[in-house]
Structure formats: C-alpha cells, structure tokens
C-alpha cells in the first residue's frame, strides 16, 4: 500500500469507530452482555478453526526462529480457547459500569446535578503476540460502551483476523455495530503513526509490550495514553517485623511469579534484624535459585551474596535475581523507595502501627501494602473484576485498570428554568 | 540568560518543586488553612505595595499600546486585592481533598483495600494577563497538595513577582516548604518548552489563555495536559418547550456574559413552534444588540437575520452574534450538536419527559442541561466550591475542575500476611 492509502484506511477505520462508539454509549447492559455469550459460544463452536489459523502463525513463528517461550504465548490450544470463553461470561458477571450516577446534588436554586459515568469513546489498543488479548482488550472496551481499534502483533495475525471476526459476526448477530471492533490488519508500521494522529476520533491509546513500543507510543500519541512503565517494587522488612512472616511475604513476592511487573525486585532490611532475617532469608531463596545482589552489610551476612551496584536498585529484573540492601531505618527505606523505586506496588512488613502508618502515608505508589505480598497489585485481587492494565501514570487512573478505568462522566443539569444572576 | 543557563534554571525549579510536593503530600488541612489565611492578612496588609508594582506593569502595557480592556484585566485596585484575599479565605472552608477513602473493600482472602486520595504531584499552570489568577491557582495547588509552578505574562511580571513573594513568605511564616509555589521570572519564552519535557518531576501542566498557547503546550508536554479548546454551546428549544421559559433562558445564555465558554453560541428551533418563537426571541436578541445568522427558515421568519455560513454553525464568537438553525426533529438537533458542537455545554428547553431523557442520554458533552441556562457549567453553579478551570477533554477530568480534579489516587491494601497462590 502507497503511504495515502494506508492514511486513509487509518482514518475510515478511526471514523467508523467513531459512529460505531455513537451508538454504542447508549446502549444498555443486557445487549452487550448478550454479545458476550453469544461470542463465547462462537467461539467454542468454532474451535477448530481457530487451532488451525492459529497453527500458521505458530509455524510462520518457528521458521522465523521465535523462541520456545514466545512460541508458546502465540499458542492457542482448545483448553486455552475454553478458557478465554469463560472469560468473556466473567466479563457478563461485572457491573455495566456506564450510566451510573457517581455524585449528585440539589443546588440552592433547584438545579439537580448528577455527575454520570459515559465512555471515553473509542479506544486503540496495541499489543503483542498473545492472541487471546484481542478476546479480553475487545470484551473490556464493549462492556464499557467503549469502541476498540486493535492492533496485534504480525506473528499473530491469522490467530487475531479470526478472532475479530468472531467477534464482530458476534456483535453484528445481537444488532450492536460490527464496527465497535476493528482489527488494523495491515502489517505497515507506519499504520500505528498514523492512527496515533487522529486525536479527533481516537480518544485513548493503551500500549501492552515492550518499553520501545511503550515510549514510541507515548511520545507520538496526540491522545491520551494509558501505559505501564516500570515495575520496580520493594519488600522493607521492619525491625517490627514477625520474621516467619515477612520470610513467606518475600518468598512469595519474589518466587511465586517473577516475570510480572508486581514481582519484588529489591529488599530492603532494617539493620537491626539483619544479622537474624539475612542468613534465613538468603538460604530459603537460594535455594529457589534466586541470585542475590547486596549492599556491603548483605554480603558480610550473606555469603552467597555478589555486591550490588547503583543500577541493580535500579533495575527490574522480571527474573530470578533480587538486590538487597540494609536500612538504618523506616525513613531512610521511604527515602529509597523515592528514589529509586517505581511508584508501583510497595510493601511494608512491621507490627508497629506506627511505622505501618507512615509506610502508608510516605510512599508514594500505586499500590502501598502492609503485610502482604506485592503481587497484590492486579484488577482481581483488588477486586475490580477484570483488568486491561495497570498504570504507573497517576493521571486518570493510577494501578490496575478495570471497566471503571475506562469511562468518564458528564454532569446531567436537571432545572425548571433557571438562568444566572 | 543563555539556553543552558535556562534549562539549568527550569531543571532546578522542577527538582525544587518535586522535593516541596513530597513533603506537601503528607501535610494535614489545618496546616493548609493556616497559609491561605495568612497570605490573605499579607495581601492585605501590603495593599499599597501591591498597587504600586501593579502601577509599573500598567503603565507599560499602557506604553505598549495594548488594549482598555486588556488594561483593565491587568489592573489591581484595593477592592480588588482585597477580593482575591476573601478568594483565599473561601478555600478555607473547602474540605482537604488529601486523604480521601474514595472506596474500600475487604476482600475474601481478609486484605482490606482501600482507594485513598493523594496529590498529583507537581503542576505547571501558565495564563496570560490577569495577576489574580496567580493567587487563585497557587490557592487550589496547595490546598490540593500539589506544589505549583507558575508561569505567567510578560506584562503581569511586576505584579505577579510581589504576589509570589507574598505567597512563599506566607508558606515559610507556617513552615511549609516555601518551594511549594514558584514563579518563572525569566521572560524567555524558551523557559517554557523546557518545562513541558521535564515529565519526570512535572505531573500535569494546565495552561489557561488563548488558542495558540494551548495548542502550544498540548503538542510540546510530555506530561498529562488539563486543557480547554472551544466552547460551542447549544440551546435547542424543543416543540413542547414553555416558550416564555425558552426566553429567558436564550436570552440569559447569550446576553449574560458573552465573552465566556458557556455562553450559547448557537440556537436550534424545533420547525414546529419556529413560527412562533423565532420572531419573539428575534425581537428580545435584537433589542439587547444580538447579530443573528440564520437557516433559509430562519430568514424567512426573522428580516434582521442574515444568512448564515458552515462556518457561523462551528464558531465559538465569544460575542454578541449567534447563530441559529430550524430543526426538523429532536434527532436532527442531536446530530448537529454532534456534528458541529465542541462538547461542552448543551441545554434543551422542554416539557416533554422523553425528549429530556433522550437528549441527556444521547449528546455527549461535558455538561448537559433541561431547562437550565448553559451558563451553569461553572465549578461554583455545579457546587465543586472553587475552579482552575475547565477541561474539554474526557480523560481524567471533564467539564470544572476543582480540588478533587487535582489530584489522584493510591490504594492502600492492609494485611495480616497474605500471600498469593
């Protein structure tokens, strides 16, 4: 395709998802949720086909060399197809959150204000190579009165085609518009530019990936962009701390799944419970096979431990490797956590009500924890419901982002005629 | 000053402002309070110095030839002094949007959650002439939490650098962190582009003036941008509209202020009451010195209407033209306000109960009124107490932005050892 032909393709699509969010904001809870479990249906009468399109992206992915862990993210089975089914009948559980009066009032004059929840509009969202993302990212969106662009990933492109169309034949099935799901099926990359332009139809752009995406998209974005930056997320254990706890808490933070972004990436212990918590923690997590990278005072107590540089405390590892460093107090761990740390998902482990208390005022991140893990911070265990992302931003929405992440609200001014003084 | 000297500068305001935010974050309402009340004793008390710095930049702008009204916008009279100090006072009595529950859960496992308020952090407001502003936005930064930068006009500059002083010493004098309120002294334009890159120590920039500037910081800033495009509002007078009602409400929506964003700028008639409202609110409009620019029927029902243009339906004149349209159908009137209308302040005059509910469900604007003047959409008609502006955009915040739309939100999740399975 010629660069105009790709503009316009771009700009019919951003239209028709604009005329598509038109309709789609006053409609009401049981069509969309009717859509939702007629294209889970859909999609499990049609698993075969699915298996199949989704056998070329995995065979165009082994000749191209991807690696067997993104090989099998690429993946989907029948299990996993049952599975995202069930996610969209999850999806039809949660509250329609649109139309809901979030404050209201009655003015001195008489006015009545209502301050009610509508959809942003239309949203675009960029991905990569998890096809059943196209399932979850288009069930958020619609439920929330929301159109979607999607834009997949190329490896997985005739997984995602006939995912879309799925889920289009679906929403054309119960009367809603086809168009409140569209799939950029061009491989262009200057597809992405293009749309990230058109901030008169494109009301948010969400980027799931790799940081380079991330960035390309926040700095070409004219709209605005809900992103997920860093997670670089602290355990400080006290020295209030009931050690038994604080050594499952650090475990699970760092072990139970260490490629996500909630995941421990630095622990920090207060000097006077050093010399008992190193030596235990340290056996128990090398034992996991984690690498431990400390300060001067972590290698003296832990033998095992290498000496960490600035960047370490920096870093998000997304892997088994933990930096550590010893604390002459709850302050200077508040001061280190605004240094270096993420604003993402930080977590206290005392007794103390006192430093619990000002753990939770001081820190300044999305999610503050007192005694419990990290990994915490997620849209279900929060109890949102669902989530479409988690945000480092604190504009808009800060953390994991749910339905109720995805709309905005108009005041509704209800009178009998009255005019300003 | 050079470019490096500049950038040094701004660099160093923007750290100064991140360390004053922090420490802002954590103070409590009483401490807030006490340095509103006190800047409006020194404002007071320091009226004559105020009005003789005010004096230096009024006659400059007189030397520079600007305008009588852009004059009397700059200019600080003892009333008006003393105006901005019972501005300060009124702050007072808003409640502390900082440490807000704004939800909570318990959740099966036992965390509790909690969704707690907090500052955005630090926030760039630049505006043009007008030297109160400066005492009102530092008032809802700091009240909200929030460290502020102010950066405002050339012609403001005499007067703005003694409010500014008087708001920092006041800060001092009940130690707060003085840097909680900056001003830019440097006049260098350049100062501004360096201020919007610095999206790691600038949380939000909110710029309040002209178009150019808007559009200014809204393509250069890295950073979220509160912002207000155009103002086109509607009032679309409906067949079972009580006609007298409409009267007074056109009229007190065009006339009452017309230079503002929340006057109507456009007037759509239902065809079948055209005949007899448009030559009565033509009369009253004409009268008050109204340019009306109208449809083919509005012509023919009204000799002093010209024709109007495309252009008269999309043009917010801040002025005493409007332009109106005949309607076949309440439909037609929601698809014009789509079409041309800037969502932002749409009013329908009516008595019938389905007409109302659907043009308050269907038109997408950030306030939408029945049988109220869209003059309303006003943070202090809407009851947020106070307001730094208002926001055409969706994300974040829509419509007034008061005290709670400065800030944002962390959750606080408290536990007694939870870990994840």
Not at 15 to 31: D, E, F, N, P
Not at 277 to 302: N, Q
Request: proline share 3%.
């Amino acid at each position: 395709m010629t660069d105009q032909n790709i503009a316009d393709l771009c700009n019919q699509m951003a239209q028709r998802a604009k005329l598509a969010s038109r309709s789609l904001a006053t409609v009401g809870r049981a069509a969309k949720d009717r859509w939702l479990n007629h294209a889970a249906d859909a999609l499990l009468s049609q698993t075969t086909a699915i298996v199949d399109a989704n056998a070329l992206d995995v065979a165009g992915a082994q000749q191209a060399g991807l690696t067997a862990a993104m090989i099998d993210r690429l993946r989907l089975t029948p299990a996993r197809i049952q599975s995202a089914a069930e996610g969209l009948r999850q999806v039809t559980n949660l509250p329609d959150p649109i139309g809901r009066i979030r404050e209201g009032s009655l003015r001195p004059n008489g006015l009545e204000v209502q301050k009610v929840s509508v959809p942003l509009g239309v949203i675009f969202f960029l991905y990569e190579s998890r096809p059943n993302v196209t399932i979850d990212a288009a069930a958020l969106c619609v439920k929330s009165g929301n159109a979607v662009i999607l834009r997949g990933g190329k490896e997985a492109i005739h997984s995602n085609s006939i995912l879309h169309r799925i889920l289009s034949d679906s929403l054309r099935a119960v009367d809603l518009p086809a168009d409140a799901v569209q799939l950029v099926k061009t491989l262009d990359r200057d597809a992405v530019g293009y749309f990230l332009k058109l901030d008169d139809c494109i009301d948010l752009a969400i980027p799931r990936g790799g940081e380079s995406l991330i960035r390309r998209v926040a700095a070409e974005a004219r709209m605005p962009v809900l992103k997920h930056y860093l997670g670089n997320c602290h355990v400080y254990v006290d020295r209030a701390a009931d050690l038994a706890m604080a050594e499952r808490i650090v475990v699970n933070a760092k072990c139970q799944r260490p490629g996500v972004c909630n995941a421990m990436e630095s622990l920090l212990v207060h000097t006077e419970i050093a010399q008992s918590f190193l030596p235990r923690i340290g056996a128990v997590l090398s034992e996991k096979g984690v690498e431990l990278r400390g300060c001067a005072d972590t290698c003296r107590a832990l033998k095992q431990a290498k000496p960490a540089t600035e960047s370490d405390y920096a870093a998000e590892y997304c892997d088994l490797i933990l930096s550590i460093k010893v604390m002459p107090n709850l302050d200077a761990a508040i001061a280190h956590i605004a240094q270096y740390g993420s604003k993402h998902s930080d977590a206290i482990v005392t007794s103390d009500w006192n430093a619990a208390r000002r753990f939770t005022q001081a820190v300044d991140s999305s999610a503050v924890l007192v005694n419990a893990s990290t990994r915490f911070n997620d849209g279900f265990e929060l109890g949102l419901g669902a989530e479409i992302g988690i945000s480092t931003d604190k504009f808009h929405a800060r953390g994991p982002c749910g339905l109720e992440e995805l709309t905005s609200y108009k005041y509704v001014v209800l009178g009998n005629g009255q005019v300003r003084e």
